[in-house]
């Protein structure tokens, strides 16, 4: 199981940004699949955007869409999501996950083999 740990959230007013990483424990990660998750207070846990590792292809979740930025930095077997014009409503904390790649994008949480303890993201008004 490759160990996530994810860091770079924090307390930004709204209308700011951060960026989040997600420092992996494989020295590769070109059969991976890596995610963020976010989950609220009182909500599910909502797909973000993932990125496939060997080829860098994305999908980002349409709640965030034009607003986020996934990428990869494969030296450093680091994931990043940016996180641009934030609202209140983007206010969770923020976990990265992992699992193998399959031909197609799976948005479901309970697929992902591994995930980090997550980082607390707080938008205030």
């Known amino acids: 199981q490759v160990q996530l740990v994810e860091s770079g959230g924090g307390l930004v007013q709204a209308g700011g940004s951060l960026r989040l990483s997600c420092a992996a424990s494989?020295?590769?990660?070109?059969?991976?699949?890596m995610s963020w998750f976010r989950q609220a207070p009182g909500k599910e846990r909502e797909f973000v955007a993932a990125i496939n590792w060997i080829d860098g292809h994305r999908l980002d979740g349409a709640s965030v869409k034009g607003r986020i930025t996934i990428s990869r930095d494969n030296a450093k077997s680091t994931v990043y999501l940016q996180l641009n014009s934030l609202t209140p409503e983007d206010t969770a904390v923020y976990y990265c996950a992992a699992k193998k790649t399959s031909g197609f994008f799976d948005l479901r949480a309970e697929v992902y083999e591994s995930w980090g303890q997550g980082t607390q993201v707080t938008v205030s008004s």
């Open positions: 494989e020295r590769t990660l070109s059969t991976y699949t």
